[in-house]
């Protein structure tokens, strides 16, 4: 065999075998983490140079010490020879006669890796660039192997850099080295055993926390240019690595949650779907998840904001024909503009996964933040802006697209405006932001639910409009506005041809049987029936939401023109 390539100063083959012994009795996360003793104090905290030059000398002492094990491996075991034979072995001069496949080649980068990760760390950097290759089929078996070896070899806690190291491992690491090199530093061996133990693994974990990140990166770039099937398998390493892993597990989940922004169908639903498993399986992070989610939606509102804002980008109308049994009615619907359609239909994807969450009494902050996203979106949905009045543009709410929103708003914000209140015992919007610095002021929440009121007095889509009137009675239940909003609603026909008419009867149900006017309950079972009992099959609409309501109701003394007898 040819020799090895010699690099950086030299080092017994006594010391690295004290090494390898103490490499396998004990783990290279815990040894990183193991006190040391006290040095004495100069100067207080080492400076960042001092960092990059701990660094500098800390990869120097990583080659030398892999190319050591190299060499002793080789010397002693022909088997593990050919091994890095295949794997191709940096420090070892390739042979012309031996041959593998690329696969066999993967495989063995991933055993030596394995193996010892702290003294063949330069495979998992060929299986980083093999993992760069524009060969998809070497990207994906690189991807695959490295992915594996990185959820085999990570701690259950965050790595560090070597900048993050505490106070006291720094002041030792270059108390110790200062004096080595004022010695000569002819050689590791007289650098002191503990120093070069903990200088070699901090180095490691510096680079293994590098390593990880740019394996991240990779799966980032392939998401964002990659085929179909080579997104969805990166979404799948992004999930894994979320789950299982608390390494980077922020960058994972920006990275998890913008995809549920993207132009493509698949890959959005690929993302939500993900999300949700992760929840299933971490429940803690759904916070973190709201939390993330809303942030995206930050940035979304302020893309459609700017879009809008723009003189060129102009909405499109289109008339749509509703029929309402031997009636039909012209209705003007109104779209964004094309431009924008990308961005709402992200924002649309967000909502809904949010809408679809299911909170628990405990989970009392993740409630919080799904509130306030809710809300916020909420506000500027409904606010009218000043290049709007400058403009004489229609109110967001008025848009087709907006409408999907908003269902999804209300039908989330009612379910958390229930666990709220179910918690509390009752729920008030204007206290409940004002409360624990949850960032809305007064002003902001009375004009969004000034905002609704105006919006449901006009619908351009009665789902949305029903949609509206329940958020609106969760909200405030008990103002006289909502009740003259509800009875001027149940006047118009084309309501109770909407897909969601049953809910719109419950809530008028729920309204009336919360309620204390007498003449005012009255006054809306009698419109109740004198709408829909000339519909076909209108009594056996209305009859089960009011067959329950109080003898006073049903025959209120003093107000004949109020009796209601209910037949079957």
């Known amino acids: 065999m040819a020799s090895l ?57 990583l080659k030398v010490l892999s190319r050591a094990y190299s060499r002793h491996i080789c010397q002693s075991d022909s088997e593990k020879m050919w091994l890095r034979l295949t794997a191709k072995d940096p420090f070892i001069p390739p042979d012309k006669s031996a041959s593998a496949t690329l ?105 293994f926390k590098g390593a990880y990140a740019a394996f991240i990166q990779v799966a980032t770039d392939q998401l964002e240019g990659g085929e179909a099937f080579v997104k969805r398998r990166m979404l799948h390493y992004v999930f894994e690595m979320l789950a299982r892993k608390p390494e980077q597990e922020g960058l994972l989940m920006d990275i998890l949650v913008s995809k549920l922004l993207v132009d493509d169908n698949k890959i959005s639903s690929a993302a939500s779907a ?9 429940a803690g992070m759904k916070e973190i998840v709201v939390r993330r989610i809303g942030q995206a939606l930050s940035g979304g509102v302020g893309k459609v904001r700017t879009a809008l804002s723009c003189k060129s980008v102009k909405p499109s109308k289109k008339k749509r024909s509703t029929s309402l049994r031997e009636f039909k009615f012209e209705r003007l619907h109104v779209y964004v503009a094309s431009d924008v359609l990308p961005t709402l239909k992200g924002m649309y994807r967000c909502i809904l996964f949010m809408s679809e969450l299911h909170f628990t009494r405990n989970e009392s902050k993740a409630t919080s933040e799904a509130l306030k996203v809710y809300t916020s979106v909420l506000s500027f949905i409904f606010s009218r802006g000043e290049s709007e009045k400058a403009t004489h543009r229609l109110p967001l709410y008025e848009y087709e697209e907006f409408s999907r929103i908003i269902r999804c708003i209300s039908s989330g914000l009612e379910r958390c405006i229930h666990i709220v209140s179910s918690r509390e015992g009752s729920f008030n919007i204007f206290d409940y932001f004002q409360s624990d610095g949850r960032g809305l002021s007064r002003e902001s929440v009375e004009e969004s639910v ?26 405030q239940p008990f103002e006289s506005r909502f009740y003259n909003l509800l009875y001027e609603r149940v006047l118009d026909l084309r309501m109770f041809d909407a ?57 209120p003394r003093g107000a004949a023109e109020h009796v209601i007898r209910f037949k079957r």
């Open 5 to 61: 390539k010699a690099v950086g100063r030299p080092v017994s083959d006594a010391t690295l075998l004290s090494m390898v012994e103490v490499y396998e009795s004990s783990s290279w996360y815990d040894l990183a983490r193991q006190d040391v003793p006290s040095v004495p104090q100069k100067g207080g905290r080492a400076s960042p140079l001092d960092s990059a030059g701990l660094l500098h000398k800390g990869k120097e002492l």
């Open 103 to 207: 696969a066999d080649a993967l495989d063995a980068m991933a055993v030596l890796a394995n193996e010892c990760c702290v003294l063949n760390y330069m495979f998992v950097s060929e299986l980083l660039l093999m993992c760069k290759n524009k060969a998809v089929r070497v990207m994906l078996l690189s991807m695959e192997r490295l992915h594996a070896l990185f959820m085999e070899l990570l701690p259950n806690s965050k790595l560090r850099y070597i900048h993050q190291l505490d106070d006291a491992k720094m002041r030792y690491l270059h108390h110790h080295v200062s004096e080595w090199e004022k010695s000569g530093s002819a050689s590791w061996d007289s650098l002191d055993p503990l120093a070069r133990l903990l200088l070699h693994v901090v180095c490691f974990e510096d680079f």
């Open 274 to 282: 993900k999300l949700s498993a992760l929840l299933e399986c971490q």
């Open 450 to 475: 000034n905002s609704l009121y105006r919006a449901a007095h006009k619908p351009l889509s009665f789902s949305t409009n029903i949609g509206l009137l329940s958020l609106i009675s969760k909200l």
């Open 499 to 555: 897909t969601s008419r049953g809910a719109l009867l419950s809530l008028i149900s729920n309204c009336v049987s919360g309620d204390t006017d007498t003449a005012r309950i009255a006054a809306f079972v009698k419109r109740l029936l004198q709408v829909c009992i000339p519909m076909s099959g209108g009594q056996r609409r209305v009859y089960p939401y009011f067959s329950d309501l109080p003898p006073c109701v049903m025959c």
